[in-house]
């Protein structure tokens, strides 16, 4: 378990602090390793902004994935409707054809 001293941290980094929440997680040391890697790779984020930007990320993921799975049930709900309506239009343009293509055979 890695421990940090608040004394260190600073605080004005952070505006409006009294509005963050702080919380403990447990993680497995291979998760916290690849995580460490990334901070280092990017040398201006820390743990904590490493992990508000993954969740940031997940949670915006997370409603992208119920908006595409509500967009999917109304078109399987809507199928039946629009499937009669195509129908509907291709008997139309048929008619349509059939009567366009007999106008011409009269003009010959």
Request: hydrophobic fraction near 35%; aromatic fraction near 12%; charge should be negative.
């Amino acid at each position: 378990m890695i421990v940090y001293n608040i004394n260190n941290l600073d605080f004005r980094r952070w505006p409006g602090l009294d509005n963050f929440k702080r919380v403990m997680i447990s993680l497995p040391d291979s998760l916290l390793k690849d995580i460490d890697g990334f901070i280092k790779e990017d040398s201006s984020n820390d743990r904590s902004e490493f992990i508000k930007e993954a969740m940031r990320l997940y949670l915006k993921e997370k409603k992208r994935q119920e908006i595409r799975e509500k967009l999917r049930d109304g078109y399987l709900e809507m199928s039946d409707f629009n499937q009669k309506l195509a129908d509907e239009g291709i008997e139309y343009d048929t008619q349509v054809m059939i009567y366009y293509e007999d106008s011409l055979a009269e003009c010959e």
